[in-house]
């Protein structure tokens, strides 16, 4: 396949765009080459400017679960945007979209809509701190809650592919204030809070890392976190960016039977456009102002066009009562595609997977926290990243990231994929 066109208009960027890239994890800096410029997509595929066709594994990060250019959401936006793209006032819709999330995600009451997941994530945990009056929050190596300051403290994603996991620019005072846990490692939450001993106002998890490569939680560690936060006063936030809609209908709480005090949601909420989500108690969700003391806001929070693509999305998911069944079953046959041509072709793996999140680290040895994740980042992956390019399938250009799989992919692209990865190792 030829990416000159891309090449070219990726010249064009760097000039104007620090990067080329709006975002980095869009470089393709860790794996070498430049980025593919898309001009269109549709269902499970992607057309790049040279007019090549590729099978999306990202699928925009994670919100096109039901495929690119979803015909339902495309009309419903297309709808909303004849009768004016923005308010900054309320909208019947804003209602409807929260009362739908309300009934499908358990153990939440109220939900504010903001623009991004970083937004969603910075504004949860001021909310924890502003509810308990605590100043600390505990996060996990390796997972990622967007770019605000407080979560820049060994986060995964782009910041560690780049090599910028604690960014400069963050200050000292912002930092001391992030503990940083391992995940998977109860006794190592636990021993971090006797020694912050009412000073924790929340520890935040990703319920299944994906910004580390997929690494699940092990069995009990959730139900653990709970546990740990009850004894000490904390709350427990699910940032569930990635796994929300996603995993199940009601997310992470809904499959592993566990609460937690505050959600995060992003991507499938919005589907394909910019939303973010924060969700809780009423009890806590009240303490937000206009009601209460902790502040928050946004000019296009409740955007009238990402509250119809997200309204309709969350919509579709909710009739579509075999949709989670049937992405389970794609996505365990893809795996076990996967595994076939990788022990045939004896090439060292390991691959985890929850649901529609999967990854594959080339390294035999089991990846459950952030260090044992660093086992994928090497040339092999690079090799595998390359490979699939040519055969033109689209993977996430680092091995620090999860594999997003949509409904739209067929078994002739699993196959085909599958097939993809046994030509680059035979
Ligand atoms: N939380 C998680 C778990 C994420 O994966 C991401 C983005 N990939 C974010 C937060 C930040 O979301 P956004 O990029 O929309 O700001």
């Known amino acids: 396949m030829l990416y000159q066109r891309s090449s070219q208009l990726f010249a064009e960027a760097e000039k104007v765009i620090p990067g080329g890239v709006n975002s980095p994890v869009r470089a393709f800096k860790s794996v070498g080459g430049t980025p593919i410029f898309v001009k269109k997509a549709k269902g499970a595929y992607l057309y790049d400017e040279d007019g090549n066709r590729l099978i999306d594994y990202i699928n925009s990060w994670g919100p096109m679960i039901l495929g690119h250019a979803y015909e339902p959401v495309v009309n419903a936006v297309i ?4 009768l004016g793209t923005s308010f900054g006032m309320p909208t019947e819709i804003e209602t409807k979209i929260a009362e739908l999330a309300v009934s499908m995600v358990p153990n939440i009451d109220k939900i504010r809509f903001v623009n991004s997941g970083t937004e969603a994530c910075m504004s949860a945990i001021r909310l924890a701190r502003g509810f308990t009056s605590r100043e600390k929050i505990i996060k996990f190596k390796g997972c990622y809650h967007g770019h605000s300051d407080s979560f820049l403290i060994s986060a995964g994603s782009g910041a560690v592919t780049f090599g910028s996991p604690n960014s400069p620019g963050v200050t000292q005072g912002t930092a001391k204030d992030t503990l940083l846990a391992i995940y998977n490692d109860l006794a190592n939450v636990r021993a971090i809070l006797e020694a912050n001993k009412e000073e924790v106002a929340a520890i935040i998890v990703e319920p299944v890392a994906g910004n580390m490569g997929c690494v699940p939680p092990k069995k009990g560690f959730l139900e653990g976190l709970r546990a740990l936060c009850d004894e000490f006063g904390a709350l427990l936030i699910f940032d569930e960016v990635m796994t929300g809609f996603r995993l199940a209908r009601g997310g992470a709480q809904e499959l592993f039977k566990v609460n937690a005090d505050l959600v995060t949601f992003g991507k499938v909420i919005g ?22 003391p902790v502040y928050q806001a946004g000019t296009l929070s409740g955007n009238p066009l990402a509250m119809a693509a997200g309204l309709t999305m969350l919509q579709e998911i909710e009739k579509d009562l075999e949709l989670f069944s049937r992405l389970e079953e794609k996505t ?3 795996e ?3 595994r076939r041509v990788l022990e045939a072709n004896h090439v060292d793996h390991t691959i985890n997977r929850v649901g529609s999140m999967i990854s594959v680290f080339f390294d035999k040895r089991e990846v459950v926290d952030f260090d044992t994740a660093g086992y994928g980042h090497n040339d092999t992956f690079n090799k595998f990243f390359h ?6 399938v689209y993977i996430a250009p680092s091995s620090y990231e999860t594999w997003f799989i949509t409904d739209a992919l067929t078994y002739e692209d699993l196959d085909y994929t599958i097939n993809a990865v046994n030509k680059i190792f035979a």
């Open 336 to 338: 076990k595609g996967l």
């Open 387 to 392: 490979g699939l390019l040519a055969e033109g």
């Open 271 to 292: 589907g394909g456009l910019p939303v973010g989500a924060f969700a809780g108690r009423a009890e806590i969700m009240n303490y937000l102002a206009p009601v209460g």
């Open 79 to 82: 709808e909303k945007a004849k």
């Open 332 to 334: 365990a046959y893809l």
